[in-house]
């Protein structure tokens, strides 16, 4: 399957150009060569998505559930068949390394495996009343039309999180990834519905740039809900539009976590967790641990066996296999990049590796002895820049774990289970791993933060509530007497 040189727009069944004067260009972050040039969508482009969704939705929520469940194991096996491609692409408009590629691609197989319980899982209730022979039914329905806007980071996955269950419990949905990863956030995610044979209309995607729609994609009359993941700077705006159009919204946004490894923590997997929370995917994970607060009384020790590994790290070429950190998404983000390791030097943070620019692969940094007021500690960084800082006891580690406006995902390292429970329950955060790292995903269990970190939980049973509402129908069985007719 050719998933690089894939239309731009997938309206209604239809591959197409967008109706935009405006070109756009999508280029390989690690070495800058072009990968597809194509038309932009413009508001006529999101209208016909939207109008695309709203007719498919009226006969795919009437589709048989175990017809739906089928397409979901088709779009499995479209996508084992396809591995390598899905891989290629990954690599080259992401800048995504093997290991990533293949974690990504573990990760969207799980949630659609997921999703295609769903359309049996699509359950009401029967509740007694209050009215003598009166029977109240409560129906689950689907909401109707979903808006998804995914990200570049893990596009492949972060747009399937929010597009499978959408669609398995019976929407139609339009998609608009991210202007840098319109392959593997969107028409490559449309190419492989269409190959399992996903009805016409039901899953459309347009791709452009904010400064082309500007809202319409969220203003649009049609979606009745919105799901977004990126910034908290853009998360705030679309949840302010949505409000004000009476939309349903769910918002994954940034994350500043903090990994803490305690006194009597397994030093060994402490780092190893350590270094894969940070520079999984150039640290481009909302979930990347920043901020690594470790008990005074190791902290010698934890810092030697940290930077040792970390020094090892390969970077560079995303292709090669032995590559661990590939490049940043595009020169924006290594120059917002370069401005924090600035900073942090500035601000007295201990460079205790400092890693080259190249193009756009920022080699690993890693800062020792930061406070909470440092810069680098008090923003999201989507790059492989890490902190280190050091607690004399649980309570200033709770004090400095809990100094941040974001608050999504989290670790705690100890022998001791129940205090790190403890000590999980007091963070502001809302997901905490103990003796594991802060990127952790599972298609069945409640994933959201808290804080400037997002608005609400999706995967399994949670996505179910997301994409659908009830229906409350009453049945009077016995004649019912008014009181003034």
């Not at 359950?123 to 689950?140: A, C, F, H, Q, W």
């Not at 459309?204 to 400064?211: A, G, H, K, L, R």
């Not at 190249?358 to 500690?377: D, K």
């Not at 791993?433 to 949670?462: C, Q, Y």
Request: charged letters at 20%.
């Amino acid at each position: 399957m050719d998933l690089l040189h894939l239309h731009s727009q997938y309206i209604d069944g239809s591959w197409r150009e967008g109706n935009s004067t405006l070109k756009m260009e999508n280029t390989n972050p690690y070495n800058g060569e072009l990968l597809a040039s194509y038309q932009a969508a413009n508001v006529m482009d999101v209208d016909a998505a939207y109008q695309a969704a709203k007719k498919a939705q009226k006969s795919w929520e009437h589709v048989n559930p175990v017809a739906k469940r089928d397409i979901f194991d088709k779009v499995v096996n479209v996508i084992e068949k396809n591995h390598e491609a899905i891989v290629e692409v990954i690599t080259k408009e992401i800048g995504g390394t093997r290991l990533k590629a293949e974690f990504e691609i573990g990760l969207v197989k799980n949630m659609l495996k997921e999703s295609a319980t769903f359309p049996l899982r699509m359950d009401g209730k029967i509740l007694p009343s209050v009215t003598e022979g009166k029977e109240n039914r409560v129906y689950r329905v689907p909401i109707g039309v979903v808006g998804v806007i995914s990200p570049f980071n893990f596009p492949f996955f972060l747009s399937m999180k929010s597009v499978a269950p959408a669609i398995a419990t019976g929407n139609g949905v339009v998609l608009k990834p991210h202007e840098h990863t319109v392959i593997a956030g969107g028409t490559m995610i449309a190419k492989i519905f269409e190959e399992a044979g996903l009805p016409e209309g039901v899953l459309n995607v347009v791709t452009t740039e904010i400064s082309e729609i500007g809202d319409a994609f969220v203003e649009h009359p049609t979606p009745k809900s919105i799901s977004f993941t990126g910034s908290t700077q853009v998360g705030r705006h679309i949840g302010s539009v949505a409000g004000r159009n009476l939309k349903e919204v769910h918002l994954e946004l940034g994350g500043n976590s903090g990994l803490i490894v305690l006194e009597d923590a397994d030093l060994d997997l402490a780092v190893s967790a350590a270094v894969f929370s940070r520079f999984t995917h150039q640290g481009q994970i909302c979930m990347s641990a920043n901020r690594l607060i470790v008990h005074e009384a190791i902290y010698d020790a934890f810092v030697e066996r940290y930077v040792e590994t970390v020094s090892g790290l390969t970077s560079g070429d995303p292709s090669d296999d032995a590559t661990i950190i590939g490049p940043l998404i595009n020169e924006k983000q290594v120059q917002t990049t370069a401005k924090l390791i600035e900073a942090g030097i500035a601000e007295g943070a201990e460079p205790l590796v400092k890693g080259k620019i190249r193009g756009n692969v920022v080699e690993p940094v890693v800062f020792g002895h930061v406070t909470s007021e440092m810069t680098v500690a008090k923003e999201e960084i989507f790059a492989p820049v890490v902190s280190i800082m050091k607690a004399k006891d649980d309570q200033e580690i709770m004090e400095i774990v809990n100094d941040s406006s974001y608050g999504l995902s989290g670790a705690v390292h100890t022998q001791d289970i129940e205090r790190g429970t403890q000590l999980a329950k007091q963070m502001e955060t809302g997901m905490i791993h103990i003796n594991d790292g802060t990127i952790n995903d599972e298609p069945n269990v409640a994933f959201g933060g808290m804080k400037n970190s997002g608005v609400g939980r999706l995967n399994g049973e949670w996505s179910i509530d997301a994409f659908t509402t009830t229906k409350w129908i009453s049945i009077q069985h016995n004649r019912k007497q008014y009181p003034y007719s």
